[in-house]
């Protein structure tokens, strides 16, 4: 994807989980594990004011959203959302 985010917006993949179990059933939406986000871009321009923005996570990392955040993008059948990265709630450290 040739999309650069700006300013304090970041790019994450959306990676959906599957719903259905390791045996091939069709699971319920309650048990469906969440969906996953992994971060793609980051910006690499700088805040209106001149300084940088402060995101403590680099591409590749998976992290948690607020719930209705981000603005969603599909390219080749591959969901992607952009969102500040003040939505970003959390990070997997690994």
Same mark, same amino acid.
């Given at each position: 994807?040739?999309i650069?985010?700006?300013?304090? %917006?970041? !790019?994450?993949?959306?990676?959906?989980?599957?719903?259905?179990?390791?045996? #091939?059933? =069709? !699971?319920?939406?309650?048990?469906?594990k969440?969906? %996953?986000?992994?971060?793609?871009? =980051?910006p690499?321009?700088?805040?209106?004011? #001149?300084?940088?923005?402060?995101?403590? &996570?680099e591409? #590749?990392? &998976?992290? =948690? *959203? +607020?719930?209705?955040?981000? +603005?969603?993008?599909?390219?080749d059948?591959e969901? &992607?959302?952009? !969102? %500040?990265?003040?939505? *970003?709630?959390?990070?997997?450290?690994?």
């Amino acid at each position: 994807m040739n999309i650069q985010p700006i300013y304090d %917006r970041v !790019l994450v993949k959306v990676i959906k989980e599957s719903a259905k179990s390791d045996k #091939g059933v =069709l !699971l319920p939406d309650s048990m469906q594990k969440k969906d %996953r986000y992994q971060v793609v871009a =980051l910006p690499n321009t700088k805040m209106p004011d #001149g300084s940088s923005p402060n995101i403590p &996570f680099e591409v #590749g990392d &998976f992290v =948690l *959203i +607020e719930k209705f955040a981000g +603005e969603k993008i599909s390219e080749d059948q591959e969901e &992607f959302l952009i !969102l %500040r990265a003040d939505d *970003i709630i959390a990070y997997e450290i690994i």
